[in-house]
């Protein structure tokens, strides 16, 4: 296979698998909306969001940095060689979709800061135990 068209294939791998883990935890956490309380009845939710506890947002916070590490390791683990490390691709893009949620919704300061500092390094830091496990 060419080695451009493999290197995408796990870039695109790596997000979809960062973003699997990010709804997976989100459905496993145990600060769930009560029932109607959701996206439909945005005010509702937000006003919900506010009254999380701050253990809340640190068991999302612990859920993007997985998920970006777990993405990184998929990309690395499926790419071939590169001189540019593909991991920085997916942690990017999960950066993105990171961005995207923060903007969204309310969230305590130190959450939105961390989540975007720690997603490219955590998804480096998976694309370096990658390749320590090739």
Avoid at 15 to 43: C, E, F, H, K, M
Avoid at 89 to 94: K, M, N, P, Q, R
């Amino acid at each position: 296979m060419n080695p451009t068209v493999r290197a995408f294939l796990a870039v695109f791998a790596g997000v979809a698998t960062g973003i699997i883990l990010i709804i997976a935890g989100r459905a496993l956490s145990p600060y769930q909306p009560a029932v109607g309380n959701d996206l439909s009845n945005l005010p509702a939710y937000t006003e919900w969001l506010r009254s999380l506890p701050d253990q809340a947002f640190g068991i999302l916070l612990a859920i993007y940095l997985i998920a970006c590490l777990a993405g990184g390791f998929v990309t690395v683990w499926m790419a071939p060689p590169l001189s540019f490390p593909p991991s920085f691709a997916t942690g990017f893009i999960l950066l993105l979709y990171n961005v995207a949620t923060v903007l969204a919704f309310p969230n305590p300061a130190w959450m939105s800061v961390a989540s975007c500092a720690g997603c490219i390094a955590f998804a480096l830091l998976g694309g370096w135990l990658a390749r320590r496990v090739k």
